[in-house]
Every structure is written in C-alpha cells, then in structure tokens.
C-alpha cells in the first residue's frame, strides 16, 4: 500500500485493519520474542492507534510507533493519554 493510500483510508475512517485488542499471535508468543530480556525496544512503522504499543508499554519496554497520517496520530493520543508519549508530526509529502 502506498502512504497516499494509508492516509486516504484514516480520512475516510476506513481502518478495518485496526484491531481493538493486543494481537493474539504477539500475546500468545511474547516470552518467546522476551527470551528472558527487560527493556526490550520495539518499533512499530505505521502504527496507527495499536493497542499494542502501551500494552508493551506499560510491561516496561521501550515502544517507539511511526506514523504519517495526523487523524491517526491525533486517534493514539486519545487511545493511550494514560501513557507518557511525545508526537512528532513529519510532511510526508517531501
């Protein structure tokens, strides 16, 4: 998908990808992905508003999510206001 096209679809409110709970393959092998560690770092390209980020979060990871379209920005603001996070907004269009 090109990122015009994933803009497009948060304007049109068409995010049929975007999953209220954790998703259940990463809930089914964290220690496996963990293998023993803390801290862990996690990047999340396109990331939306998953939930998955402050689920990592607040087990005490580092999570850093990456994201072009402001509603969806706007949208994870909202979603995990109880976590400490920072925005950054970037012109996609250069």
């Not at 709970?21 to 770092?41: A, Q």
């Amino acid at each position: 998908m090109a990122l015009g096209e994933w803009e497009e679809r948060w304007q049109q409110n068409k995010i049929g990808f975007h999953q209220p709970e954790v998703h259940k393959m990463l809930k089914k092998n964290i220690d496996k992905v963990l293998n023993g560690r803390t801290g862990v770092r996690f990047f999340f390209p396109l990331c939306g508003k998953a939930v998955d980020m402050k689920w990592l979060a607040d087990m005490g990871h580092a999570v850093v999510g990456v994201e072009i379209s402001e509603k969806a920005i706007r949208k994870s603001g909202v979603l995990h206001q109880r976590r400490r996070h920072t925005n950054y907004l970037c012109d996609s269009k250069k």
